[in-house]
């Protein structure tokens, strides 16, 4: 049962990583660009739903909502300041752009909201199911994490595949100029990938610190990182890659730490990261793209 | 339109001219092909060509030419048959050891190091006949300068060739489009090579920059002595100065011969200007 | 001076060279000055070493990035390799050789050593990918090198060394030292490394990179930056010179991170996170691509700068993010560009 359990947290674990993969490889599909700020993102997504719930009393999920819409208008501006005049620019002028606006976030948190961890509190309470005579407990906000995940990923499958913004997304990402050709605005489309890699930051932020209930400016940028790393490791650009890689991510961490050591647990991570793309170099489900000769 | 052009083989016809007759040829391709993405863009490929032959490869666009090129190079690795070179099976070799087997190549979309000097995109490619290492690099010893400043000059001596001394010392990519075909060439010419292939040499220049590039190809071809294949759409060049043309459509060669013969050839006039519609 | 005229050094560029040399010499000669007439302040002159110590860095990881065109996210990896064995390098050597300048030599060689042999032993297989996997890729390894050296234990007594990771079963007989204490790192390091050994240390790196770009392997580098599939069809052995770039580059911050260590007393493997990396990262791109003045400068800049920051402490990394960002900015978006130099009076009129 202690192997059922640890399969359980970590796919609850996972599933966070898979939320905030999918921002990560969405915006990379778009604009092929790492960005490095986007576990910031989490981070403020969590201090706002923080805020309204424990100071404005808002309901959790109300405040979850208001979480999103103002992440989502603060990766619209993002991108708009930093990144879209960077569009025709060296990738490691965007990368750096994008690594100081990542510092830029944890600062200006810092300064707002001082560096005092605060105990967030679940948005689910505390409680657990409990299974097989109280041998297998689920705690609620595993299962919402599981659950939300599964609904996020299969909306997001039927966004790009079924919605005329969906694909613009994708025409964008293949091949910009063909698709402000064919009438899609560019600009616009990309606004609105930002807007909802954002928006599932903040419901990744609410959950990882409902989970994980400690506070912070850096809060984000771990989990960032090996979102991040979820992201190559499914085949960044790909939205199932990304659903697939932070599962596998976050079940890695949590048999590590089980079952080897929990302070390598991190060191295993990246080592599985290192063999997969070995075996397969473009991740678990990219594509494989040759250069014309 | 692909049903329609029903594959004939054609036999496997020496072109070699004269002068090359009883030496060894530099290049054979038997049966060669490749699959790619599950269509056979190449297929049956197969070609002879003699120690100091210009052959050209010809054929619509999408036909395979360059295709030939990367199995050629090793970019692609052929799915079916062989190329000899110079007598040596080239099966597992990649793009570099090829180039150490003496196959030197230009690239349809120029391919130069653009942030480094004219001069030293030459010097790159004159790599693998220098023998110092990195110590003598960094200590700047006497076999460093030795083999620099020989290195150097044979460098300038190949630009010269081209009349491209005076530019040695300008960016690659700040050089006007010619001149960066004409370097490519140089580049190419640098690794020692006994075959050229050309990509296009002519692509996007005026009348009288090709008439240039015909004398240039000439005088490389007399100076050096070696095989040149070269793919090009501009007839009159491909006319003037292939001794053997080998037409490509679909992937297969659709006829080999003389630059008289291709002409003349119903086949290749069907490939390039389309099959009369049947009333 | 023939010689000078064939070998490659074009003028611009040997111009260039020099002028480096020449700076790093004359600031370096400022500094002693200064620092001797006590015209430094103490918390100035601490700094002169790590100052050093980035410098090199920075020129290390041009190497690959501006040199080579590959981006790597885990420079600090190999600078804390280079720390930790250098340090007890150090430590090992103190009762048999008295003399503190040599065992700073011997440890920073040792410390090369240690982070080429890290470099190549990653670069096997890091140096088959491309771009952005192989940057997720060293920053992976950077972070793998943090978590084993922050598991590492290393002892020595009378029988010799020993080691072990996660907990300290070293064993060590009585009179034994444990010299590497897993996350507490290494203690009362003496602290040896001196401006002077900075100063050549950085030096040496400059000359190691730039007799190395101007020499055949330099050029092969820059040909796989520019165009890989060109490079292969002249002959260039890409993974060779591509290993080349990478475990020379590790070698030098290897050497850089046993500077750095010598100038604290306590060292642990934390310092070398994702962040330092990152912070010698911008050091390369605000400097310039492949210019290594430009990053020496940057380096220094970025160094003082935080610190001269002190005073509004809260809001010096706030203003640190905005600097990053506005630079990027101004030097890549076109139409910043043109309004820049539109306010620049001096400019060139070279529209009719």
Excluded at chain 3, 35 to 40: A, V
Excluded at chain 3, 69 to 94: D, K, N, P, R
Aim: proline fraction near 4%.
């Amino acid at each position: 049962m202690t192997f059922l359990n640890f399969f359980i947290s970590g796919i609850s674990l996972g599933s966070i990583y898979a939320i905030i993969a999918l921002g990560y490889t969405m915006v990379y599909g778009i604009s092929k660009m790492l960005n490095f700020a986007h576990g910031d993102v989490i981070m403020v997504g969590a201090y706002i739903c923080f805020y309204a719930v424990v100071r404005y009393g808002l309901n959790p999920f109300l405040a979850v909502a208001v979480a999103m819409v103002l992440c989502s208008v603060l990766g619209i501006i993002v991108e708009g300041l930093a990144y879209k005049p960077l569009r025709q620019a060296p990738s490691l002028a965007v990368l750096i752009t994008a690594i100081g606006m990542s510092y830029f976030l944890q600062n200006t948190a810092l300064l707002l909201w001082s560096s005092n961890p605060k105990v967030f509190p679940s948005v689910v309470g505390r409680g657990a199911f409990h299974m097989f005579n109280g041998n297998l407990s689920v705690s609620h906000i595993t299962a919402l994490t599981i659950i939300v995940c599964l609904v996020i990923m299969v909306a997001l499958s039927l966004f790009v595949s079924k919605t005329k913004m969906g694909k613009a997304m994708r025409a964008c990402s293949e091949d910009k100029g063909a698709a402000q050709l064919m009438g899609i605005n560019v600009n616009a489309t990309i606004s609105m990938t930002f807007a909802i890699g954002s928006g599932l930051a903040a419901i990744a932020g609410a959950l990882l610190c409902s989970a994980y209930p400690t506070l912070m400016p850096t809060t984000g940028s771990l989990p960032g990182i090996k979102a991040f790393t979820a992201a190559v490791f499914g085949g960044i650009g790909s939205i199932p890659g990304a659903f697939l890689g932070g599962l596998m991510l976050g079940v890695i961490e949590i048999f590590a730490k089980a079952y080897i050591s929990s302070q390598l647990s991190d060191a295993v991570v990246f080592g599985v990261l290192i063999v997969v793309l070995l075996v397969k170099p473009a991740g678990l489900l990219g594509k494989m793209t040759q250069e014309k000769v | 339109m692909r049903s329609k052009t029903k594959y004939v083989p054609v036999p496997s016809k020496s072109i070699l001219p004269e002068r090359d007759a009883g030496r060894a040829p530099v290049l054979e391709c038997i049966k060669l092909g490749i699959t790619l993405g599950g269509i056979k863009a190449v297929e049956d490929f197969n070609l002879t060509v003699g120690r100091t032959e210009i052959v050209g490869l010809i054929g619509p666009n999408g036909a395979g030419k360059t295709t030939v090129f990367n199995l050629l190079t090793k970019v692609y690795q052929p799915t079916t048959g062989t190329i000899l070179l110079n007598g040596q099976d080239t099966h597992g070799m990649d793009t570099r050891q090829v180039n150490k087997a003496g196959i030197a190549r230009t690239f349809q979309n120029i391919r130069l190091f653009r942030n480094l000097s004219v001069i030293d995109n030459v010097k790159t490619a004159m790599n693998n006949e220098m023998n110092y290492n990195m110590v003598s690099a960094i200590l700047r010893l006497p076999n460093y300068r030795r083999e620099e400043v020989a290195a150097h000059r044979r460098a300038l001596k190949l630009l010269s060739i081209f009349d491209m001394q005076s530019m040695a010392d300008a960016p690659a990519g700040s050089l006007p489009y010619g001149a960066q075909r004409r370097l490519e060439i140089v580049r190419a010419l640098a690794t020692n090579p006994s075959l050229l292939l050309l990509d296009e040499p002519a692509a996007g220049m005026n009348p009288s920059e090709t008439a240039d590039l015909m004398d240039n190809i000439r005088k490389v071809h007399e100076m050096f002595q070696i095989a040149i294949i070269l793919i090009e759409h501009d007839m009159s060049l491909v006319m003037n100065i292939c001794e053997g043309i080998c037409v490509l459509n679909f992937g297969h060669i659709i006829a080999k011969g003389t630059p008289d013969e291709i002409q003349n050839n119903p086949a290749v006039i069907e490939a390039y200007l389309g099959r009369k519609k049947e009333a | 001076m023939t010689m000078r005229r064939l070998i490659n050094l074009k003028r611009a560029e040997a111009r260039r060279i020099y002028l480096t040399y020449a700076i790093v010499i004359a600031a370096y000669i400022i500094c002693q000055v200064m620092s001797s007439t006590k015209f430094l302040s103490s918390s100035m002159r601490g700094m002169l070493v790590p100052i050093c110590a980035y410098m090199v860095m920075a020129v290390s990881l041009n190497l690959v990035v501006g040199i080579l065109g590959e981006l790597s996210l885990g420079h600090a990896g190999f600078m804390s390799v280079g720390a930790f064995s250098g340090v007890a390098t150090a430590i090992l050597l103190q009762g048999f050789i008295p003399f503190a300048p040599v065992r700073l030599a011997i440890a920073m060689i040792v410390a090369a050593v240690f982070a080429a042999f890290a470099g190549f032993v990653i670069g096997i297989p890091v140096l088959r990918l491309k771009g952005d996997y192989l940057a997720i890729v060293t920053l992976a390894f950077g972070e793998i090198i943090k978590s084993i050296l922050n598991n590492f234990y290393l002892g020595v007594d009378s029988q010799g060394l020993h080691f072990s990771m996660l907990s300290d079963t070293t064993r060590l007989l009585p009179g034994g030292k444990l010299i590497i204490r897993g996350p507490m790192g290494i203690s009362g390091i003496q602290k040896i490394a001196t401006f002077p050994a900075g100063f050549i240390l950085l030096m040496i790196a400059l000359m190691i990179v730039f007799n190395l770009v101007n020499s055949r392997s330099g050029r092969a580098f820059m040909a796989i930056r520019d165009d890989r599939i060109a490079a292969e069809s002249i002959g260039l052995d890409i993974t060779k010179y591509k290993m080349m770039a990478f475990v020379m580059s590790a070698a030098l911050a290897g050497s850089a991170g046993a500077l750095f260590a010598m100038n604290y007393s306590t060292i642990v493997a934390n310092k070398f996170d994702f962040n330092t990396s990152i912070l010698i990262l911008v050091f390369v791109v605000l400097g310039g691509q492949g210019n290594m003045l430009g990053g020496i400068i940057a380096a220094a800049v970025l160094t003082i700068l935080p610190e001269k920051l002190r005073s509004f402490s809260e809001y010096r990394m706030l203003l640190y993010a905005i600097v990053l960002i506005v630079m990027m900015l101004a030097t890549n978006n076109a139409e910043i560009k043109e309004f820049l130099s539109r306010l620049n009076p001096f400019r060139h009129k070279e529209e009719a």
